[in-house]
């Protein structure tokens, strides 16, 4: 089984875990830098590197410059 860090839906492939990651609602991420909210699967080629993928924006790492937005909105309530 492979289980979505996200939101932890499990799937019998990884090929199907790869295409869930790129629709999963809780894997949105938000640039600090730029202001932009995006996909997990538009920030990251391998899922251990991630940058912002707006053009002009050095954004880049996970709770450096990117943070999921899930815990954006728990912090800020």
Request: hydrophobic share 20%; aromatic share 8%.
């Amino acid at each position: 089984m492979h289980t979505c860090r996200n939101c932890n839906q499990s799937f019998q492939t990884e090929l199907a875990l790869e295409l869930h990651r790129d629709t999963c609602k809780k894997g949105q991420l938000f640039c600090q830098v730029c202001g932009e909210r995006f996909r997990d699967g538009d920030a990251t080629q391998d899922g251990w590197h991630y940058e912002c993928p707006t053009e002009d924006c050095d954004g880049d790492g996970l709770k450096d410059d990117l943070y999921r937005v899930e815990d954006v909105r728990t912090a800020t309530q």
